[in-house]
């Protein structure tokens, strides 16, 4: 079965660190991968999308690597900034079933100043 | 430019109620889809288009019917709500791949 897991589900750390979560998905087929973010309440905005070929893609303090072979991708977040304290969710796309995006479980982040 | 609209944004229905969800786009994407998410889990697809006049289910289809009869509206239906629909619905809009585009939610409730 084709399944996504984020790990830790909550992380509080203090502001300006710098920090990684973590995705980890079954089966290496993927079509991509995309990192979102929720805020409480409110609809998801997509953050950055790794194609298959691609190793990482950065968006300003954001970066998001992929490692098809082991099953995992990491968004690392520098500096981090109360403003950052959200919920990450990463969603997979795999090549079987391509019209279907599959979710983690997401990583609810807390960032104290 | 209005992206992916959702109403009503809360609803409250009793057991055995039957309501539409609604979902429009004005992006003129061919892809649709409705997911809900439960507290402390990820989204779950419940149905998805490819397009006006194709839908296919998603993961968790039991208990909702859609339809898509043009391009900018897909709505969700539950036929006889159940207190296990209780949960937030999202949208969601695409022009084929790679990227989807989400609608603000909808939360209800089912008592």
């Known amino acids: 079965k084709q399944e996504v897991t984020q790990i830790p589900a909550a992380l509080s750390v203090p502001e300006g660190e710098n920090l990684v979560l973590n995705c980890s998905f079954t089966?290496?087929?993927?079509?991509?991968l995309q990192w979102f973010r929720q805020d409480p309440g409110k609809g998801l905005t997509s953050l950055l999308l790794?194609?298959?070929?691609?190793r990482e893609q950065t968006s300003g303090r954001l970066n998001a690597s992929l490692d098809k072979s082991s099953g995992r991708s990491t968004l690392y977040i520098a500096a981090s900034q109360p403003g950052d304290s959200a919920t990450y969710l990463c969603?997979?796309?795999?090549?079987?079933?391509?019209?279907?995006?599959?979710f983690g479980q997401g990583t609810r982040l807390t960032i104290n100043p | 430019n209005a992206g992916v609209t959702q109403t009503p944004k809360f609803q409250v229905l009793k057991t055995g109620q039957s309501m539409t969800l609604q979902c429009a786009q004005d992006?003129?994407?061919?892809?649709m889809s409705w997911y809900r998410q439960d507290p402390g889990m990820g989204l779950r697809l419940i149905h998805y288009?490819?397009?006006?006049?194709?839908?296919d289910q998603g993961e968790v289809p039991n208990g909702y019917n859609v339809s898509r009869s043009t391009t900018e509206d897909f709505p969700l239906r539950l036929l006889s709500a159940a207190p296990s629909q209780t949960s937030v619905y999202f949208c969601?809009?695409?022009?084929?791949?790679?990227?989807?585009?989400f609608g603000p939610g909808t939360r209800l409730t089912v008592t």
């Open positions: 969601a809009s695409s022009p084929g791949q790679p990227e989807q585009y």
């Open positions: 089966d290496s087929a993927i079509y991509n």
């Open positions: 790794i194609q298959s070929s691609q």
């Open positions: 969603a997979v796309r795999w090549i079987q079933g391509a019209q279907k995006l599959v």
């Open positions: 992006m003129n994407h061919e892809y």
């Open positions: 288009s490819v397009g006006a006049g194709i839908t």
